[in-house]
């Protein structure tokens, strides 16, 4: 499949934990693969990336408190997101950039609330 395929949302308390994956064929052969996040009523923004060589960036938003990975062998990037934060709550979308098209998920959700 070209279209990447996200799971792992779903509701959690303020402080809680979650671990989004991602998955898309030959992960390898995409530059860059990055999660994004479009809260209810916003825009789409960055959250994380990841390059083939596995050097990471982070939005200052979930510094600290969020981690991308990948397993390559399982065609899958991750996303732990540790302390979450009620404005932490959207859809969360894979990205994947092949350095000439673009790949996006459907979005799984995230729910924060007490």
């Known amino acids: 499949q070209v279209q990447p395929v996200e799971s792992g949302g779903g509701r959690v308390q303020p402080g809680g934990s979650l671990r989004l994956s991602c998955a898309a064929a030959?992960?390898?052969?995409?530059?860059?693969m990055a999660w994004y996040r479009q809260p209810p009523g916003k825009e789409r923004e960055f959250v994380a990336s990841?390059?083939?060589?596995?050097?990471?960036n982070y939005a200052d938003s979930v510094k600290g408190r969020f981690t991308i990975s990948r397993d390559n062998a399982k065609n899958t990037v991750y996303l732990q997101m540790n302390s979450l934060k009620p404005e932490d709550t959207a859809v969360f979308y894979c990205?994947?950039?092949?350095?000439?098209?673009?790949?996006w998920g459907q979005g799984t959700q995230v729910t924060v609330s007490s």
């Open positions: 990205n994947a950039n092949d350095g000439l098209y673009v790949y």
């Open positions: 030959n992960i390898f052969s995409f530059n860059v």
């Open positions: 990841i390059t083939r060589a596995g050097s990471t």
